[in-house]
């Protein structure tokens, strides 16, 4: 962990049930993110699951969302998944349910995990052609499988 660069987050527990956000181990990149109600994913529904949490990061970073693979081995995938340095409401977690069986999520089950990540902008350019490489225009599995 000495190794690690460490920015400030701060945290608003926004309903009675929320949890401060907490790191599974010495070396983790995520730290998780708890429901805060009881809620059943229904096979193949999408719903969204309130964490009671907001959350501020300095402006040049973002938080990227991403499944807790206990679930995602479940079939229980996040989608979306970006959260911006402006952004001051509460995180709401988009869930997916990709099996053919009912899932229950439980106030307090751990539902996402969260990376804050620096952000490069792009400058866009606009241009008549683009620089070529061996790939060229080679899409979907042109390079192997």
């Known amino acids: 962990m000495k190794n690690m660069i460490k920015i400030k987050v701060r945290v608003k527990l926004i309903h009675p049930d929320a949890k401060m956000p907490f790191y599974g181990s010495e070396e983790a990149a995520g730290f998780d993110l708890y429901s805060v109600e009881d809620v059943t994913i ?79 902008r792009a400058d866009f350019e606009q241009t008549e052609k683009l620089n070529e490489t061996s790939r060229g225009e080679g899409g979907f599995h042109s390079t192997g499988q």
């Open 42 to 120: 229904m096979a193949g529904e999408t719903k969204i699951i309130k964490t009671g949490v907001s959350l501020e990061i300095q402006e040049g970073y973002c938080f990227q969302v991403w499944d807790r693979s206990g679930l995602g081995a479940k079939g229980i995938h996040r989608f979306a998944g970006l959260g911006d340095s402006d952004y001051r409401g509460e995180y709401k977690i988009v869930l997916h349910n990709s099996t053919q069986k009912d899932y229950e999520i439980k106030k307090g089950d751990r539902i996402a995990q969260i990376v804050p990540v620096p952000i490069v």
